[in-house]
């Protein structure tokens, strides 16, 4: 009995394996390149936006505020990623990555500034940026995806 191995050409296997592993990234980048539907930018952005206005809030509501928002901002993310058939599929716009990386450290910071007691004249600015880093990350996946 001759085994598989011993009737396989190493060329021919090779370069099958070279085109089934660029067919499986194509595909993979297919996926992450879905375009999302245009109005979940803007909701997105919103509630990032209202997440970082949280602090202003008395400390009994900061916490029943922020973690509902948290799992709208998901849940939303999540169905429509159902939707589309990629509900975990992150972007391969490294545009939209990074501006999503800078609109979370904007987010961070405003709770961060929170619970050391700043000025509430700092929160609207926060929130400002966290809509304005998103948004341009999002003009950056939509333009990459149509």
């Not at 592993?21 to 999302?36: F, I």
Request: aromatic fraction near 8%.
């Amino acid at each position: 009995m001759v085994s598989t191995m011993e009737t396989i050409d190493g060329t021919v296997g090779r370069d099958k394996a070279a085109a089934d592993l660029a067919a499986v990234a194509a595909a993979q980048r297919a996926v992450r390149d879905q375009p999302w539907p245009i109005w979940l930018y803007p909701a997105n952005a919103v509630l990032l936006a209202t997440m970082a206005l949280t602090p202003m809030l008395s400390d009994a509501m900061k916490l029943m505020t922020c973690l509902p928002l948290a799992a709208v901002v998901f849940g939303l993310n999540y169905w429509v990623g159902l939707r589309i058939g990629t509900p975990f599929a992150l972007p391969t716009s490294r545009g939209f990555l990074t501006a999503v990386v800078i609109a979370g450290l904007i987010l961070i910071a405003a709770v961060l500034a929170g619970s050391l007691g700043a000025p509430n004249g700092i929160f609207p600015l926060l929130a400002v940026g966290v809509a304005v880093s998103y948004g341009i990350g999002s003009i950056l996946h939509y333009r990459s995806t149509h």
